[in-house]
T-cell receptor, first 115, second 113 residues
């Protein structure tokens, strides 16, 4: 059971480039989300999805785009990378968002540097 | 809105010392509360959770009790080990149609031999 798989693990981008962070889960979870982790800021929610075809914005959505065409996959797109998007990105999945006490499972993270 | 406040680190302890990491929350309704741990270079793992008032979550020697009267969920361990060195996050799971976790800023713990 692979759980939540993120790729790539490390990436360096130039300002203005675009890229997609991939996320896949094999637990048949409806709820998937993307967080970014910055020093002293904890984890902040970028976008989330409560099922295929449904997405919504989190706390810090600007500069990012998502889609959810299947239950398994939830890619995060950086449209035009900026140095402020240098961060560690985590994908997560769960049966719901955590309000019912269900565990949220995290991927191992993607370290992104924008120069 | 919902929020979580946890004590700022870093926290440095000697092996076998007692650990407390404070966490308080602000929320409407009856949220679920979690502690997640992040070991160096890894993603977050669930450490323990509690879903209603007075519940005690426990795992790997760590404990936390859901105190509604003080809106707190403090993490404790009686005797820490070097392998407990990590970043610990308190989190709140809200309910009511917008279910997503709200995290504290994290507390870095270093345990020295």
């Amino acid at each position: 059971n692979a759980g939540v798989t993120q790729t790539p693990k490390f990436q360096v981008l130039k300002t203005g480039q675009s890229m997609t962070l991939q996320c896949a889960q094999d637990m048949n979870h409806e709820y998937m989300s993307w967080y970014r982790q910055d020093p002293g800021m904890g984890l902040r929610l970028i976008h989330y999805s409560v099922g295929a075809g449904i997405t919504d914005q989190g706390e810090v959505p600007n500069g990012y785009n998502v889609s959810r065409s299947t239950t398994e996959d939830f890619p995060l797109r950086l449209l035009s990378a900026a140095p402020s998007q240098t961060s560690v990105y985590f994908c997560a999945s769960s049966l719901d968002g955590g309000g019912s006490g269900n565990t949220i499972y995290f991927g191992e993270g993607s370290w992104l540097t924008v120069v | 809105g919902n929020s979580v406040t946890q004590m700022e680190g870093p926290v440095t302890l000697s092996e076998e010392a007692f650990l407390t990491i404070n966490c308080t929350y602000t929320a409407t309704g009856y949220p679920s509360l979690f502690w997640y741990v992040q070991y160096p270079g890894e993603g977050l793992q669930l450490l323990l959770k509690a879903t209603k008032a007075d519940d005690k979550g426990s795992n790997k020697g760590f404990e936390a009790t859901y105190r509604k009267e003080t809106t707190s969920f403090h993490l404790e361990k009686g005797s820490v080990q070097v392998s407990d060195s990590a970043v610990y996050f308190c989190a709140l799971g809200s309910q009511g149609g917008s279910e997503k976790l709200v995290f504290g800023k994290g507390t870095k713990l270093t345990v020295n031999p």
